[in-house]
Every structure is written in C-alpha cells, then in structure tokens.
C-alpha cells in the first residue's frame, strides 16, 4: 500500500486541479441532460495508479466538489455530493485495483493496459450505474429513470474517456521510466 506523504498530498493536490480544470473549463455537451462527456477521469485513474488509493479518493473527492461549487456560485445550481462521492468512489477503488500495476519499474505492458481498463470500466459502471444513481433517487429524490440514464452515459463516456487518456498517460509515464537492466 503507498504511505501517506508529501508526495502523496502534493499527488492529490495537483490531480484535484487538473480535475477540477478539466472538468469545469474542457468538458463537452452531452445530449443527456445535466451530463458531460470529460476527460478528467483519466487524470483520476492515472494518479490512483500511481501514488495509490488515498490519493484517488481525495483527487476525485476534492477535484470534482470544486466542479460543482464553482458551477453553483457562477448559477446556483445544485452541489452534487451524489456525483461527488462517485468520483471520490472511483479514484479509492482504481487506486485499489492499481495495487497490482507497478509502474515504478517502467512496465505498463498490453497485460497491465488490458487490466487497467477491464478494472476502470468495472469501477466506473459500480460509481454511474449503481452509486451515484441511487443516492441521487434516495437523497435528491430525482426521478429513477432520469438518474439511471445519466448514470449510465456517464459510464460509458467515463469509460470511453479513461482508456484513451488514462491509458496514454499510463503509457507514456513508463515509457519514461528505465526498464530493469537499464
């Protein structure tokens, strides 16, 4: 398990400002109401690969609380904790699931890309399909169908999202790193 340091809070602190960025200033429209397609969630898987669980729940907890404040200062509009507590969801389990994905080494290989994207997309239907639409029906009393839409695009843009950018972000760090022997 990675240790909770100063690398770790300076981790969370920058994946929640590039979630938070990207979430808030670079998402697209989406046809499904109240839903965006963003590429924020691969920043979020990558940082849970790389610096761990903790870091993964914080990133996704702070960067996308930050989202939706700003969203409610500049029109009102409603403080998510639903949504919140699903990318804060996704970035622990991602974390989780990246205990077995060693970076460090500079391996990130066609097994490690293929369980890295069979874990996110599993993570990212437990957090749209399940999670966030749920809380939103029992806490936020949306309409069921309407909440189970949303969540569901959101899997699959999520999804969609994360395997190309977390997977590039992925790739491109081990590639970075020196191989054993070297």
Not at 27 to 36: E, L, Q, V, Y
Not at 69 to 90: N, P, Q, R, V, Y
């Amino acid at each position: 398990m990675k240790k909770f340091s100063v690398k770790t809070i300076v981790a969370i602190v920058v994946g929640a400002a590039l979630f938070f960025v990207l979430g808030r200033f670079v998402s697209i429209p989406s046809p499904i109401p109240d839903t965006t397609i963003s590429i924020q969630y691969g920043v979020l898987a990558f940082v849970s690969v790389l610096f761990g669980p903790i870091a993964g729940f914080f990133t996704g907890l702070i960067g996308h609380f930050f989202i939706d404040f700003t969203k409610h200062l500049a029109d009102g509009s409603t403080i998510w904790w639903s949504w919140i507590g699903a990318s804060a969801f996704f970035g622990l389990v991602m974390g989780l699931a990246a205990l077995k994905i060693h970076m460090e080494s500079g391996e990130f290989e066609k097994k490690a890309i293929i369980y890295f994207n069979a874990s996110q997309i599993l993570i990212h239907v437990l957090a749209w399909m399940v999670l966030a639409p749920i809380l939103d029906v029992l806490v936020y009393k949306e309409p069921a169908g309407e909440a189970f839409t949303q969540g569901a695009f959101c899997a699959a843009a999520n999804a969609v999202a994360t395997a190309v950018v977390g997977t590039l972000l992925c790739v491109s760090y081990a590639a970075s790193k020196p191989q054993k022997g070297e």
